[in-house]
C-alpha cells in the first residue's frame, strides 16, 4: 500500500496531506466568521432585518456613484443595499425572475418594454448624463472634433477602423445600436469588435487595441487616468448632440406579479432618490472635480411620460387600467 | 484566523477592511462548501468503492466526468434552481452566501468523491481480506480502509477545497458579487472582486487579491502537507 501511497501523493502534486484534520481545524475558525458576516447582512442596523435588492449598470456602479448612494440611503433608513452591477439587459432580466426589488437603468426602450410586460412599476426618471465618442489619440477615421456623432460612426465604418462594442444588451449597447441605424451602417466585421463586458472593460480593450467605443462621460472619466484614449466626440452635456443623451430611470418590480418583492422598500429606496436629499447626493458627487450625473428628478412642471412607457397615451389600446376600459 | 493573520495594509491603494472582508466571504463560503461536500462524498466513495454492482463503471464514469464540468454552467443551474422563479425560489437563497455554498458544493463534491474513490479502491484487498478474517465488522473493515487510504482522501479534500476557493464563474452568477456601499463584501469574494478590480482598471488591487488567492492555497497545502509528514511515520 505504500506504493497506492505515494500515487496519491503524486496526484497532489508531491504535497503530503492529512487534511481532514487541518480543515475541520480552519472550518471552525471560517464558520464563526461567516456567523457573524452573515448577521451583518440580514439583521445588523436594518429595519426589521429587511433586505433590499437592486440590480443597476456597471456605469453607476464603476462611477462609485452608487456607493455613495447607498450609504445616504442606509444613512436614513437603517437598510443596507445589496446592489448587482449587470448590464441593463441583464439586470432586466434579474428583475424579470423576481430577483430583485427595484432595478437603476439606462434603456427607455427596454425599460419600456419591461413596464409594458408588467413587471415594472413607478418609473421615474432619476438623473442623466451622456455619451462620448472615445479613440485612440491619432484618430484613424478623423472623426475628432466633429459634433456629429451619426457622422462619426459613418466615418469609422468606412474606414473600418477598430471599434470596440460592449455586445451585451446593456443601456450602452442599446444606445451604439440606435447610433449604428441612424447612420444606416449594419456593424460587422473584422474592425468591429464586440467584448462582450462592462464599460470599464470594454475600455481597457479599446485602449489596449486603439479601437474606438461609445462609453458614458462618468465611466470614462472614472477610468481616464488608466487608459490610453481620449474624448473624440462630445455628448449634449457638454454640447455635443441630442442622440448621446444617456437618461437613467429607476423603477419597482411589479408586486402583483412577484409576490416576494420587498415592494415598500423599493419605494422608499425610489422615494429617496428622487427626493432633494438624494438629488442632492447625485448633484454633489463628484470625480477628478467633475460632475458625473445630472440630477433629473425635480420638477415643478409635471411629467407624465416618465411614469408610462414613453409614447404612451390612454387611447393606444394598451392601457388596460385607463379610464375608457375596453 | 488567516484573516486576522494579514499584516496591515500600508501605503495600498484601498480599504484593508474591504480586503479583510473579501477574504473572510472566500474562506467562509468555501470551507462550509467543502465541509459538507466531504460529508456527502466519503459515505458515497465509500460505498461505491466496498460494493459491486452492475453499472459501477458507469457511476464512476459519471463522477469523474462531473471533475471537469464548467463552473459557469452549474452557477447556470442552481442560479434557475434558487432564482424565485425557480423550484427553491421560497428559499430566498439567490444571490446569497449560501447560494454559493450550493454552486461551490455542486462543483467540489465530484472531485471529493471521484479522488477519495480512488484512494478507497487502492487500498489492496489483502488488507480488507486480513480485516474480515481479524473477525471486523463491516464498520471496523471501512475503519481500517479510510485509515488506509487516509492520505488519498486527504488529498481529495484539499483538491475539492482548491476548486472552490478558485472558481468563479459560478459563484458571480449565484451570488451577484454584492459588497455594501461601506465597502464590507457580503457575496464578494475574492475571485469575483478581482473580476471587478480588472474591469474597473485598478490593476493593483487585482493582482493583491490574486497573491491571497495563491498564498490561502500554498498555505493550506503546507499545513496539510506538516500534518500528513507527521502522519507518515
Redesign the interface.
Known amino acids: 500500500?505504500t506504493i497506492?501511497?505515494r500515487?496519491?501523493?503524486a496526484?497532489?502534486g508531491g504535497?503530503?496531506?492529512?487534511?481532514?484534520?487541518?480543515?475541520?481545524g480552519?472550518?471552525s475558525?471560517?464558520?464563526e466568521?461567516?456567523g457573524g458576516?452573515?448577521e451583518?447582512?440580514s439583521d445588523g442596523g436594518s429595519i426589521a432585518g429587511q433586505e433590499l435588492?437592486l440590480a443597476t449598470t456597471?456605469s453607476t456602479y464603476?462611477t462609485g456613484l452608487?456607493?455613495?448612494?447607498?450609504?445616504a440611503f442606509?444613512e436614513n433608513f437603517g437598510t443596507?443595499?445589496?446592489?448587482?452591477?449587470q448590464g441593463t439587459g441583464a439586470a432586466l432580466e434579474t428583475a424579470r425572475?423576481?430577483?430583485?426589488d427595484v432595478v437603476m437603468v439606462h434603456a427607455r426602450s427596454q425599460e419600456d418594454e419591461f413596464m409594458r410586460n408588467g413587471h415594472g412599476i413607478n418609473r421615474r426618471n432619476l438623473m442623466f448624463n451622456d455619451f462620448v465618442i472615445v479613440g485612440p489619440a491619432d484618430d484613424p477615421a478623423g472623426i475628432g472634433g466633429g459634433g456629429d456623432a451619426v457622422g462619426a460612426f459613418q466615418a469609422i465604418a468606412e474606414s473600418e477602423s477598430l471599434f470596440a462594442s460592449r455586445g451585451d444588451n446593456s443601456g450602452t449597447h442599446t444606445a451604439e445600436r440606435r447610433i449604428w441605424e441612424a447612420a444606416g451602417v449594419e456593424p460587422g466585421g473584422e474592425w468591429y469588435l464586440e467584448t462582450g463586458?462592462?464599460m470599464?472593460?470594454t475600455?481597457?480593450q479599446a485602449s489596449q487595441q486603439g479601437a474606438y467605443t461609445l462609453s458614458d462621460r462618468g465611466t470614462f472619466i472614472?477610468?481616464q487616468d488608466?487608459?490610453e484614449i481620449e474624448i473624440l466626440v462630445q455628448g449634449p452635456v457638454e454640447g455635443g448632440p441630442e442622440i448621446l443623451a444617456n437618461p437613467y430611470g429607476v423603477l419597482a418590480i411589479n408586486p402583483a406579479v412577484?409576490g416576494?418583492v420587498n415592494y415598500q422598500l423599493a419605494m422608499s429606496y425610489i422615494g429617496f432618490l428622487t427626493s432633494p436629499e438624494g438629488q442632492q447626493v447625485i448633484e454633489e458627487y463628484e470625480l477628478d472635480g467633475q460632475q458625473l450625473f445630472f440630477p433629473q428628478a425635480l420638477s415643478e412642471d409635471p411629467n407624465f411620460q416618465q411614469y408610462v412607457p414613453e409614447g404612451w397615451q390612454p387611447d393606444d389600446g394598451e392601457g388596460g387600467g385607463n379610464a375608457t376600459g375596453e | 484566523m488567516a484573516v486576522e493573520a494579514l499584516p496591515p495594509i500600508v501605503g495600498l491603494p484601498f480599504e484593508s477592511n474591504y480586503i479583510r472582508s473579501i477574504v473572510r466571504v472566500s474562506l467562509s463560503v468555501s470551507l462550509t462548501a467543502v465541509v459538507l461536500s466531504t460529508l456527502v462524498s466519503l459515505p458515497v466513495a465509500l460505498a461505491v468503492g466496498f460494493t459491486e454492482f452492475r453499472g459501477k463503471g458507469l457511476v464512476t464514469a459519471v463522477i469523474n466526468t462531473g471533475m471537469g464540468f464548467p463552473s459557469v454552467v452549474v452557477g447556470l443551474v442552481v442560479l434557475f434552481a434558487v432564482s424565485n422563479e425557480g423550484p427553491l425560489g421560497a428559499l430566498d437563497l439567490v444571490f446569497t452566501p449560501q447560494a454559493m455554498v450550493i454552486s461551490q458544493f455542486v462543483l467540489a463534491t465530484p472531485v471529493i468523491t471521484g479522488v477519495s474513490l480512488a484512494a478507497v479502491t487502492g487500498v489492496e484487498g489483502s488488507i480488507r481480506d486480513a480485516a474480515y478474517a481479524m473477525g471486523g465488522t463491516r464498520l471496523d473493515v471501512a475503519l481500517v480502509v479510510i485509515k488506509e487510504a487516509r492520505f488519498g482522501i486527504a488529498t481529495a479534500v484539499l483538491a475539492g477545497f482548491g476548486r472552490a476557493i478558485s472558481e468563479v464563474g459560478s459563484v458571480l452568477i449565484v451570488g451577484g458579487n454584492i459588497a455594501y456601499a461601506d465597502g464590507t463584501a457580503y457575496t464578494r469574494n475574492i475571485t469575483t472582486a478581482i473580476t471587478l478590480e480588472a474591469r474597473q482598471g485598478r490593476y493593483e488591487t487585482a493582482m493583491f487579491l490574486g497573491a491571497i488567492l495563491v498564498a490561502i492555497v500554498l498555505l493550506v497545502n503546507a499545513v496539510v502537507g506538516r500534518l500528513g509528514g507527521g502522519g507518515r511515520r
Not at chain 1, 97 to 100: E, F, Q, T
Open positions: 500500500m497506492q501511497r500515487d496519491f501523493l496526484l497532489a504535497t503530503a496531506t492529512a487534511g481532514l484534520a487541518g480543515c475541520t480552519m472550518f475558525g471560517g464558520e466568521e461567516s458576516n452573515n451583518s447582512g435588492v456597471t464603476d452608487l456607493d455613495e448612494v447607498n450609504a442606509e443596507p443595499v445589496q446592489a448587482i452591477s425572475n423576481g430577483d430583485c463586458q462592462g470599464g472593460d475600455l481597457n472614472s477610468q488608466e487608459i412577484h416576494d
